[in-house]
């Protein structure tokens, strides 16, 4: 089963900032979080990943609570071509970057309305 | 610079036959992983290859079998396939020890249907 609970659909404007929630309550301490998003008939795509410190990227930041049992990733300008499945993933990250295979829920779909 | 490439796209089978499908890694990458992704549901991991073995696997029966191939290439095989085998099959490679770090990169995947 998943580790993480993420809400089923959200929308949001064009231009606007996307943010989507996360809860990760049963996260380990060496779990990191990973988002991924699949935009329609693509393989999924690799956006973020962190533990506990926040991060960003060319891509979206990745907001991490303090006591890690929550994240959101933020698209901060979003574009009708991030309408797509978003999947928020806890995984180990080992020492030498490997990771192990990776349990997508259902995720979010997000719907960017012009 | 080719990105992860499976073959065929689509493909459709009868209960009880056996099928491959292919994937050729990212150029530069090393380790493949498979996935099967249901209609409305996330990808589910099957197993993941390096160095042609399979170094961890999830919650699939053993008719879910694979090979990895000296060029890292990989197939994937289902054998007495069952209606519910239909799914699109995503295939997915990282350098060895950067997957953490850079995360996969999937490819478009094979849509498996059974009749």
């Known amino acids: 089963d998943a580790k993480t609970t993420q809400p089923p659909s959200m929308d949001c404007a064009e231009g606007r900032a996307a943010n989507l929630p996360c809860n990760h309550s049963t996260i380990s301490g060496n779990e990191y979080v990973y988002w991924y998003r699949q935009i329609h008939s693509q393989g999924p795509q690799y956006i973020i990943h962190?533990?506990?410190n926040n991060e960003t990227n060319e891509m979206a930041s990745l907001i991490i609570t303090e006591d890690r049992k929550s994240s959101t990733l933020i698209l901060p300008h979003a574009t009708l071509r991030d309408t797509a499945v978003y999947y928020c993933?806890?995984?180990?990250?080992?020492?030498?970057?490997?990771?192990?295979?990776?349990?997508f829920g259902k995720g979010t779909h997000l719907i960017i309305q012009p | 610079d080719a990105g992860v490439t499976q073959s065929p796209t689509h493909l459709i089978k009868t209960r009880g036959q056996q099928v491959t499908l292919r994937c050729s890694p990212k150029s530069g990458h090393d380790t493949v992983s498979w996935y099967q992704q249901a209609l409305g549901q996330g990808p589910q991991f099957i197993f993941q290859?390096?160095?042609?073995?399979?170094?961890q696997r999830g919650n699939f029966p053993d008719r879910f079998s694979g090979h990895q191939f000296p060029n890292y290439s990989s197939e994937l095989n289902v054998n007495a396939l069952l209606l519910g085998d239909s799914a699109l099959y995503l295939c997915a490679s990282s350098l060895d020890g950067t997957g953490g770090y850079y995360g996969y990169t999937f490819g478009s995947g094979t849509r498996l249907t059974v009749v």
């Open positions: 962190g533990l506990k």
């Open positions: 290859y390096y160095e042609e073995e399979e170094r």
């Open positions: 993933i806890v995984s180990l990250l080992y020492s030498g970057g490997g990771a192990d295979g990776l349990t």
